[in-house]
């Protein structure tokens, strides 16, 4: 029933990995009498294609790792799926994994899709040695005895830069980034299709988040896995991400290549987004966004950025523009572009 | 009284780790010494490898893990002297933390305005802030891009990272002390917010507030710090003016670390990401690490 509807990229001749197609999920929470619905994810509609590394930026509480958390089929309430459908290649005709049943949500989870999550540093279990996390998770998934398991695994965590002594120890006896990285690995170590990733190398020094990366990129072309990346580091969109995708408030509001997105930004948002970073030996001061964040239990009205965008116009705050195509790939959502030649 | 406001002196750590077997000694942190002045308050960087002791460092100043050797003085107290939970709160008032994950420093049951209420009625007698509680923490949250209207009612698991470490961040403003301990307070939240709260410990500094500020994020140390401190294996590997030591560094570790960032452009990006091929799946190989 959901197979047929049409994405916004160009289709191809492979289905993609994943597609979202008009996703809304609100947290909905009802406390003494008084409503509240946060619209956190609204209306979002992309895809990622095989064996593309498909990177999302935006805005800190636009709902990033909402929408992750979706596709994930993580959904634990107040959070719900109010409308829109998630496919992936290799769990279709469901409409995501939150309405799958048990058995193929079994199956699918570490071989074909993965989740490192945002604090991923904290999601490992205090009780147990880092081995036995393993053991219990990916070693099924693997096969082999278990010295090749413990073979493999010894190879794997080398190439985060890990030594292998991390293996018996309890989480709190690593640094954050050791544990970032400890997360990393058991997500990868399977190698599967999919894997979804909320900021993986935000407690890394930058060495070693580079030798992360390029074991992310390695199983990405041997593979051809895909990869859904959030993070806020630009400078790892810049050098790892194919397309990009840039959020704000519930909305995804430009979308591109990755060369695209850095040489010819068009939404004010994502230009300022790329237009605020620092660097060495740059003195100029700058300063963050003004105005407020949106609060998302009551939006604004319009284009849910008028109120802190320098273009806004008129029709700015009355009508929610549409996301359209202004050149082939890049599709952005605002008035200042092409709003009346796609509508 | 001495003119430090900190004065780390010789300081080392050592844990063990391990299982009965294969139980081994770490040194996290190896003799490092330096000072932050009552007179000049600054903006100290710290960067350095993951897992080189910087929270390590961080927990003994703030008194959450106590040194293997070396001594640590705060505003003239030394803290092997701290037993009562009088002294604990006397250091707590003048050594604020804002941790890594901000998911760790809120219990999870407990709504955000109480956290800020109860943070605000602990340390008010001691500094005599005019009362007006809500307007104080009202105040604070909008330093950080929130507001008490947004948080009230809130549990910390209903806020996304970012906002709730801007949170973390204004809990440790409303306490008025003398030194932030900030252990990669941006680590979670967008580059445009990320300008907006090292901006505010810019401001923060100007009102005498001297901040530790450990980081990964070279460009913001550059852009935010007034001296720096590189560690790597525990140790203090280069240290000076935070602009001088990140244009020119001298120490090998430090040019790799500078010249590792990877920079928002797309000269070289594809270039600068070696990939590292994993081996086919299904074989153990072996280690190519030295
Ligand atoms: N359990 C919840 N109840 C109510 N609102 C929530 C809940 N969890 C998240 N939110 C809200 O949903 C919005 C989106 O949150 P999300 O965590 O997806 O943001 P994000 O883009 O990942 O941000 P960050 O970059 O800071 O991690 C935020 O405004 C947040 O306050
Ligand atoms: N409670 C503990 N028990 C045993 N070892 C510990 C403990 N806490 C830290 N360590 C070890 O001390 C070393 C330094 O850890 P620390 O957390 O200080 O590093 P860090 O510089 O903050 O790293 P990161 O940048 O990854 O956060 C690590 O090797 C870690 O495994
Ligand atoms: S639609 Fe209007 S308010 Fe929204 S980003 Fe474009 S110009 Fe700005
Ligand atoms: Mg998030
Ligand atoms: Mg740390």
Redesign the pocket.
Known sequence: MHAQAVPDVPSEAVPPMLSVRDLRTYYRANRLGIKREVKAVDGISLTVRRGEIYGLAGESGSGKSTLLNCVAGAIRPPMEIVGGDIDFAFLSGYGGLHRAPPAEVARVRWRHLSYIMQGSMNVLNPLRRLRSVFVDFAYPHVGGTRQQFERQLHAHLARLNLDRS?LS??P?????????RATVALATVCRPDLIIADEPTT???VLVQKEVLGMIRGIQREMGSSVLLVTHDMGVHAHVSDRLGIMYAGHLVEEAGTAEIFRNPLHPYTKHLISSLPRIGDDAPRCGLGGAPPNLADPPLGCRFHPRCPLAMKVCSGEAPAMLETAPGHRVACFAYNQSGGA | MSDLLLDVCHVS?I???GGLLSRQR?T??DDVSFQIDKRRPEILAVI????????????MILNL?LPTTGRLVFDGVDLATIRTAADRMMLRQGVQPIF?NPFDSFNPMKRLERYLFLTQRRFLAATQQPASSKAAIDDALHQVGLSLKEVSHRYPHELSGGQLQRVAIARALLARPKLIVA??PVSMVDASLRLSIVNLFRTVRDLGISIIY?T?DLATAYYISDRILV?RN?SIVESGDAKAVLKYPQHPYCRQLRDAVLLPDLANAAADVPISMTGVKGTGEPDRRP
Do not use: N, P
């Open positions: 991390v120890a309890y709190h006896e690593l640094s954050g980034g050791m544990r970032q407690a890394l020094d | 750590k844990f063990s780790r770490i996290a942190v350095g490898e993951s897992g080189s002791g910087k929270t390590t460092l961080c927990r893990e890594q252990d990669e450990v990964h560690i525990g």
